[in-house]
């Protein structure tokens, strides 16, 4: 259950499993950011090719489902780790984008549309 654990107690088990390690070294931005990056493009590659049905059929699956949920605890581990190493908040954070994003996509104007807020009109 995600209500287990706060942001903050994340990040600073991801410290200490790094400093354990000596890893710190490794993990600038730039190869965290790559890390990122490299993990999304291995969840996307359980959708490749697959179709809105075939997609949601794998979450039903218990073992493609593990396999999907692995990958995204891959991505949120790099995630956080960027955020740890370089003193993000990234509650403070999310809570400003969803500010600026329900300022860019009032509810009137982008209720059911997948339109960009520059395209909103």
Known sequence: MDGKAAIGDL?????????????DRYH????????????AAE???H?????????EALLKDPKRRRAIAQELADILYFVLRLAQRYDIDLSDELTAKL?????????????????KYTELG
């Not at 990040?11 to 890893?23: A, G, H, T, V």
């Open 43 to 45: 969840l996307l590659e």
């Open 11 to 23: 990040k600073e088990r991801i410290r200490l499993f790094c400093e354990e390690r000596d890893w």
């Open 47 to 55: 959708f490749r090719f697959k179709s809105n049905e075939e997609s």
């Open 99 to 115: 500010e600026l994003n329900a300022a860019r996509y009032p509810v009137d104007k982008a209720r059911g549309s997948n339109k």
């Open 28 to 39: 600038n931005a730039k190869d965290l950011a790559i890390g990122i990056i490299t993990e």
